[in-house]
T-cell receptor
Framework: EAQVTQNPRYLITVTGKKLTVTCSQN?????MSWYRQDPGLGLRQIYY???????DKGDVPEGYKVSRKEKRNFPLILESPSPNQTSLYFC????????????FGPGTRLTVL | GENVEQHPSTLSVQEGDSAVIKCTYSDSASNYFPWYKQELGKGPQLIIDIRSNVGEKKDQRIAVTLNKTAKHFSLHITETQPEDSAVYFC????????????FGKGTMLLVSP
């Protein structure tokens, strides 16, 4: 089944404890991105990647890191999480461009205490 | 950069009524306008999109219209059903070479039986 998977789905952590949210797609897509969703603010892009080893900042990159070592994986890293990073996170992928259909993962709900 | 405004933020209709959600954008050169539907507990899913060389596109009960002169596009849902209840997001391309999408803040549609 063609899909985008994220892990974990739910995570409660404490301020400053490094964490990684994994994202993987099995559709051979070039383009991948991370969004955060907050009430009243909609979907805001954190980082995106046009292809392997090419990443760029979205609208809200502060406090996040990404890497794209393989085409299928695009992990999101929070080196020192803070409470303002409590949010619902979505990974998405598309064939080669953001104007291709974007396929979203199921989401990761992160709480930072 | 591109700015997308979406209205209304919430919309309540009776089953069988029509629903209309409108988005305005700022970049007159934008050429791709998707609509995503997010059901409770899931990631957004593309339901329809339109490119700037057409003014309207229909898919069964849903349609999207585009007015490039006024820089707005709208989602129309006819004969609404309870399963249409969800959050709907519009989007438009932005960034260098339109390398990202910017999303509206979303509309929560509630269809009452």
């Amino acid at each position: 089944e063609a899909q985008v998977t994220q892990n974990p789905r739910y995570l409660i952590t404490v301020t400053g404890k490094k964490l990684t949210v994994t994202c993987s797609q099995n559709m051979n897509h070039e383009y991948m991105s991370w969004y955060r969703q907050d009430p009243g603010l909609g979907l805001r892009q954190i980082y995106y990647s046009m292809n392997v080893e090419v990443t760029d900042k979205g609208d809200v990159p502060e406090g996040y890191k990404v890497s794209r070592k393989e085409k299928r994986n695009f992990p999101l890293i929070l080196e020192s999480p803070s409470p303002n990073q409590t949010s619902l996170y979505f990974c998405a992928s598309s064939l080669s461009w953001p104007t291709d259909t974007q396929y979203f993962g199921p989401g990761t709900r992160l709480t930072v205490l | 950069g591109e700015n997308v405004e979406q209205h209304p933020s919430t919309l309540s209709v009776q089953e069988g009524d029509s629903a209309v959600i409108k988005c305005t954008y700022s970049d007159s050169a934008s050429n791709y306008f998707p609509w995503y539907k997010q059901e409770l507990g899931k990631g957004p899913q593309l339901i329809i999109d339109i490119r700037s060389n057409v003014g309207e596109k229909k898919d069964q009960r849903i349609a999207v219209t585009l007015n490039k002169t006024a820089k707005h596009f709208s989602l129309h849902i006819t004969e609404t059903q309870p399963e249409d209840s969800a959050v709907y997001f519009c989007a438009a391309p932005k960034g260098s070479g339109y390398s990202t999408l910017t999303f509206g803040k979303g509309t929560m549609l509630l269809v009452s039986p």
